[in-house]
């Protein structure tokens, strides 16, 4: 039966990539005039002989992984935000002890302060934001830009015209004589780092220092780069795939992913990627570090 079911999803990934948008087809002219991770909101890799059928998804739940794509991403009005609607991806409801989500911000828009004892990142998707701290300190917040605020780091988030923005939050592990400071930066400040026996991109937004609980990975892969590791590990993870396609495994499980999917990875469950198509793959992925796990 696995077997078969395998084969099913092989042959509708052939027919798919022989069509105008497929994993093989070549970039088109429209594509290269876009903004930067414009397919999260525009997603593009639903099969053309299944993407108008009633109650068709990609979406998967189950006790170890969970992939969580557009077409079933429900938004509502974000508590104590103004103007701002939230699709919460990722919650402890999961088994995760993080939350993630997307949040819309429409004109006038203005952030509330997470829990006490909780802190905060933000990345810029689609527009731009205002961070102010409490000190009066502002800066403008484009695509591809994020700010890291500690527990109870009084702060605002403001737009005065439509953006998106991916939000991790979890509470803080404290850890004695270190202090997380807040931080202000863009994902092009940050240097490629080594990675040993791999060939993929990453750059960490974050400090490694014992401070910091969790980092957020900007991870590349150009067509038919794949990860040499076959993960399995403590650490949990929350991941936004931001540009191209390619398929990831999760446990048994095998699924054709592309830009706008977000996926929760339980502890220990086995975990590969493979980058498709003729274009690169970047991903956003959140990781607990520095922390034991007693």
Known sequence: MHKFSFLLLLLGLFEYASGEEGFCSAPSSE?????LYWKVDNPTLSPIHLQDLPGFTRSVYKSDHALITP??????PLPDWINTAAAYLITPEMGSHFVMYLAKLKENSRSALPPHGVERLIFVLQGGVT???ATGNSHIL???SYAYLPPNFEHSIQSDAPATIVVFERRYAPLQNHVPEPVVSSTDKQPLLETPG?????????PTSLAYDFNIHIMDFQPGEFLNVKEVHYNQHGLLLLE???IYRLGDSWYPVQAGDVI????FVPQWYAA???TRSRYLLYKDVNRSPL
Do not use: N
Not at 31 to 35: A, L
């Open 198 to 206: 791999e060939i993929f991109e990453l750059r960490k937004l974050l």
């Open 31 to 35: 594509s290269k005039s876009k903004p």
């Open 142 to 144: 484009k695509v591809d």
């Open 276 to 278: 498709l198509g003729k």
């Open 244 to 246: 191209g396609q390619g």
């Open 71 to 76: 077409e079933s991403q429900v938004y509502s």
């Open 131 to 133: 961070l102010t701290t």
């Open 264 to 267: 929760w990875m339980a502890p």
